[in-house]
Nanobody
Framework: QVQLVESGGGVVQPGGSLRLSCAAS????????WGWYRQAPGKQRELVAN???????NYADSVKGRFTISRDNAKNTVYLQMNSLKFEDTAVYYC?????????????????WGQGTQVTVSS
């Protein structure tokens, strides 16, 4: 079993910054691609950014130039640096990992989600 745990959420004023982290724990696993998603009240969950195993990144248009996704493979951790935060960035942020686990029967792949961390942008 692989668990993802987010941290770093909180309350910040418009224009401020936050850094989210998501650490994966378990045995005999690796993370292929990582993603950060968010869900605001009354809205569907949306992709914020993702990063491949090779380090290629992709961002939602709404966060381009303000957010940066990065990963530390040695720590099985992904980060989301959020700058110039806006009211509309308020949401619960979730990390997602494309997990590869080595089982007795071979490799198994599945998606794993964190529990979410609240980001509130408020004056």
């Amino acid at each position: 079993q692989v668990q993802l745990v987010e941290s770093g959420g909180g309350v910040v004023q418009p224009g401020g910054s936050l850094r989210l982290s998501c650490a994966a724990s378990g045995t005999r696993f690796s993370i292929n691609a990582w993603g950060w998603y968010r869900q605001a009240p009354g809205k569907q969950r949306e992709l914020v950014a993702n990063i491949t195993s090779g380090g290629n990144t992709n961002y939602a248009d709404s966060v381009k130039g303000r957010f940066t996704i990065s990963r530390d493979n040695a720590k099985n951790t992904v980060y989301l640096q959020m700058n110039s935060l806006k009211f509309e960035d308020t949401a619960v942020y979730y990390c997602n990992g494309d997990v590869i686990v080595l089982r007795e029967t071979g490799l198994q792949g599945f998606a794993s989600w964190g529990q979410g961390t609240q980001v509130t942008v408020s004056s």
